[in-house]
């Protein structure tokens, strides 16, 4: 993964209906703690971290990188979205596109707000870069994923065989249904 490319960073929050994404700050820090080392949250993520070594090694400031904005309802962090570059390492139908991720942590599941968040991360790309298509990576068995991609209008390019399990690769552009 490399840079997001020409984009002003940290925009001004992002506000929806319930919803404010903004870049990461140091009161997040627990919240992201929590999130890595999640067992449920990472069961189609090749695993979490050890709750130790996240005490030790994150940073002050987690994540605080272009395009990774913390998710926030009620004046808390509830999860995190990733925009990011693929490298040419990527399956050829990503490499150089920008990658949609998403991580929500369990409590927060179910009340439609990766979907919320999701749309307005992906308003904000097409205003910041106009015409950029996105990807989205997730195993196929990640059903709650599956879903929400289907919800935000990604459409499968390929599935293919990874880490030991099925991958779906889905594919979203600016101004389609
Ligand atoms: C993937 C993930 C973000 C999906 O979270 P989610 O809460 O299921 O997703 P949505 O925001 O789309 O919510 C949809 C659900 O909320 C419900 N919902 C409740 N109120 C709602 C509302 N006001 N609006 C929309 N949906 C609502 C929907 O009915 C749906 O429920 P269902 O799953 O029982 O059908 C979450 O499971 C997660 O963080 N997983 C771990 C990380 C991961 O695997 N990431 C994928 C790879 S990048």
Not at 107 to 119: M, N, S, V
Request: glycine share 10%; hydrophobic share 45%.
């Amino acid at each position: 993964m490399s840079d997001l490319g020409p984009v002003t960073w940290p925009p001004a929050p992002l506000r929806t209906e319930r919803l404010v994404l903004r870049a990461s700050e140091a009161r997040d820090r627990p919240a992201f703690v929590e999130l890595l080392a999640s067992a449920d949250v990472h069961t189609y993520l090749g695993g979490a971290r050890s709750r130790d070594e996240l005490e030790r090694e994150t940073p002050e400031v987690p994540e605080r990188w272009p395009g990774s904005f913390v998710v926030e309802a009620d004046g808390a962090m509830i999860g995190q979205l990733l925009l990011r570059r693929m490298t040419g390492d990527a399956r050829p139908a990503a490499a150089g596109k920008v990658d949609l991720g998403y991580m929500l942590l369990p409590r927060a599941w179910g009340q439609g707000y990766a979907g919320e968040a999701c749309a307005a991360a992906l308003d904000w790309l097409t205003a910041a870069l106009p015409g950029e298509p996105v990807v989205l990576h997730t195993q196929t068995a990640n059903a709650r994923s599956m879903r929400l991609a289907a919800k935000l209008g990604f459409t499968e390019v390929e599935r293919f065989e990874a880490w030991d399990a099925e991958q779906w690769l889905g594919i979203w552009s600016q101004g389609r249904p």
